[in-house]
């Protein structure tokens, strides 16, 4: 039996589970590890929290706790999520596990006794007063490039990286007094010496798609240099070596190996080796965030090592919430037991698929799921299994009709039927999970419109065989929609089941298989129900009121976003105050083609009266937003972040900004 190892990137353990985290990474590798168990295959599904690193150490400091505490306890929120979200992992371990601390000191002692990991003194800063260095956020300052709030790896303004020794005015996170700079002997990485192995890996690897093999090729491009795998604190893994007392191996260097551990501990459990299905074919989900640590960085580990390497990297875009990009920090976000309280799992799983391919940044809206849960799932497919089995109930005694003397008609339907289980898994197959749901869905519509033009409460009282064979495909339809839709609805699907009175473990090669006729159905019950419109307005009132700083909100623009906007000189020609907010102005704004709507968080400083006529800079090309429920079409560019409005003289209304 062919064997397939799926792993989801590894949950960082400080903060619950949010939507975008399931769309980028958990729903898509279930979903493939589902169909695959579901063809047969011998799956193995692993995952594990991720502990160590600065943001939790800096986080029990904060809290006054160990950083173990803070770890397990969002091991079990996490643990928690996933599984409300029917995530079927067969292992979910954590990297504070002994088996974990093992398998990666064994790791980095055979990279270093194979002379990949070499020793280098480099400069770091070192609180005098906290008496040790300051590794990654463990620093803050000022952006050397950009001024911006830097924050010990990177700065959060122009989201550069960062060396700590680049940070000006630096002072130290615990304490805020100035650290010195030292010396400290740190490992190395020979990154570099892969640079060719890995070009060539990326190249010819088909299986790779577009997303993760562009930036890879790209980083590749621009050199690769070699990366320091330790740090001086406490919390991690030893470096284990001697006279290496108070480093760690960083996070980077052993977090991956959560995948291999958590799959060593499966096997402690159930006595097969996990080294066969690696070998067979591994398949890799995360976010985008992290290709450049899967595509480069870990690939390089297991060729030092000499290890087999994945079959593929499947990394999910991002999801923003209401046309804005997501922040915890900010509260902008919405997690997945908040959602659960009021709608069931499988309805966010069709929906964070249906919304988008995953290869494309999407947006999560309160209306759109509402749109699609009304017209996709009850609309389409809930009627159409409500009509298939009340009819079969009311005219045919709740048994499947004998079939007879197909026309056309009915024979090109039946070939869809009988199609419907390879082409959804095709697309599956190919990571194309969205593709696949669209196939089912395209299906049910094609058999309402079927089911509609044979009007079976018509024909069953004149050509009764009409009626009768309509309703026998119509109910071999629901089952091959049952089976095929398993993967992306776990647990609705079983309430198909139910009412077609059959066993839900079905192969995926006889999703098709029809059931026969004379077969009785269980009790019909509607399915998918719709959302009305208070309960989504509820919901929008609770993610508007909990968010912070709704003025800052779209501050926040990656640098690769910069090459793509779109600034238009405006003109202010209309202007007052928000309501419910003592920051925020609505603006209508003359780009010139047209005027747009723009909310912008000016109201601290400015009037409206003395906002009106200002010329202004807008960015005209940002996803549609809404704050407090107003649409706003743009944001205004200020010079500081005061928001001090940046206004232009001597140019033209709508003129183009480069
Ligand atoms: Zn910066
Ligand atoms: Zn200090």
């Not at 289980?421 to 969205?434: A, L, T, W």
């Not at 603006?587 to 709507?597: F, T, W």
Request: proline letters at 5%.
């Amino acid at each position: 039996m062919s064997k397939v190892f799926i792993t989801s990137a590894l949950p960082y353990a400080n903060g619950p589970c949010h939507l975008g985290h399931l769309r980028s990474t958990y729903i898509p590798a279930d979903i493939y590890a589902r169909y695959n168990r579901m063809k047969g295959r011998d799956v193995l599904f692993v995952c594990a929290t991720d502990e160590h690193g600065t943001p939790i150490a800096v986080r029990a400091e904060q809290e006054g706790k160990q950083p173990i505490e803070v770890a397990g306890r969002y091991y079990e929120m996490i643990k928690k999520d996933l599984d409300a979200c029917s995530i079927s992992l067969d292992n979910f371990s954590r990297t504070t596990d002994p088996k974990h601390y093992e398998i990666s000191q064994n790791f980095f002692l055979k990279l270093y006794e194979k002379g990949y990991i070499y020793e280098k003194i480099i400069k770091q800063p070192y609180c005098k007063k906290c008496s040790r260095f300051l590794p990654d956020r463990y620093v803050e300052g000022k952006c050397p490039n950009c001024g911006g709030e830097a924050r010990g790896d990177h700065c959060e303004t122009c989201g550069r990286h960062l060396e700590p020794t680049q940070i000006i005015e630096p002072t130290c996170l615990i304490c805020k007094t100035t650290p010195e700079i030292r010396e400290s002997k740190q490992y190395f990485f020979e990154l570099s010496k892969f640079q060719e192995e890995l070009n060539e890996w990326i190249q010819s690897n088909d299986q790779l798609p577009p997303n993760v093999k562009n930036y890879a090729l790209q980083w590749l491009k621009e050199g690769l240099k070699d990366w320091i795998l330790t740090r001086d604190m406490e919390w991690g893994i030893p470096v284990p070596l001697e006279d290496a007392e108070g480093k760690i191996i960083y996070v980077w260097g052993e977090a991956f190996l959560g995948y291999i551990s958590s799959a060593a501990q499966w096997s402690e459990k159930t006595g097969k080796p996990w080294e066969d299905y690696w070998n067979d074919k591994a398949v890799h989900f995360i976010g985008k965030d992290i290709i450049y640590h899967h595509s480069i960085f870990w690939p390089a580990l297991l060729m030092a090592y000499g290890c087999k390497l994945p079959y593929t990297i499947i990394a999910g875009e991002y999801l923003s919430l209401e046309g804005m990009k997501m922040s915890t920090s900010k509260n902008w976000v919405i997690w997945a037991s908040d959602f659960l309280e009021t709608f069931d799992s499988d309805t966010l799983r069709y929906y964070l698929i249906a919304n988008a391919p995953l290869t494309r940044d999407t947006d999560f809206s309160w209306e759109d799921f509402q749109r699609r849960v009304n017209d996709e799932l009850a609309d389409v497919l809930g009627n159409f299994l409500h009509r298939t089995f009340t009819f079969t109930t009311r005219f045919f005694e709740g048994k499947i009709p004998e079939p007879l003397d197909f026309d056309e008609y009915d024979k090109e339907f039946e070939s869809k039927i009988k199609a419907l289980p390879g082409i959804v898994g095709s697309y599956i197959e190919n990571f194309k999970f969205r593709e696949g749901l669209i196939e089912i869905t395209k299906l049910a519509k094609y058999g309402n419109k079927y089911f509609n033009d044979k009007e079976p409460w018509k024909t069953v009282k004149t050509t009764k065989q009409t009626a009768a064979n309509c309703l026998y495909l119509s109910n071999q339809l629901a089952k091959a929609m049952a089976v095929t839709l398993i993967p992306y609805m776990p647990v609705k699907t079983l309430e198909i089941f139910k009412t077609l009175n059959i066993n839900s473990d079905i192969n995926w090669d006889n999703a098709a298989d029809f059931i026969a006729a004379g077969h009785e159905l269980g009790e019909a019950n509607p399915i998918f129900l719709k959302v009305e419109d208070d309960v989504i307005k509820n919901e929008k009132e609770e993610l508007y009121k909990n968010l912070k700083d709704v003025e800052t909100m779209k501050d926040e623009i990656s640098i690769d976003d910069f090459a793509a906007m779109d600034l238009r000189v405006g003109k202010v020609v209309g202007a007052e105050n928000v309501k419910k907010s003592d920051n925020l102005l609505k603006l209508m704004v003359d780009i010139g083609e047209k005027q747009i709507q723009v909310v912008a968080g000016v109201a601290k400083k400015y009037s409206p009266e003395e906002v009106l006529n200002k010329t202004v800079i807008v960015l005209v090309n940002l996803p549609p937003a809404k704050l407090f429920g107003i649409k706003s079409e743009g944001m205004l560019l200020a010079t500081d972040n005061n928001m001090s409005l940046l206004t232009v003289e001597d140019a033209d209304i709508g003129e183009k900004i480069k």
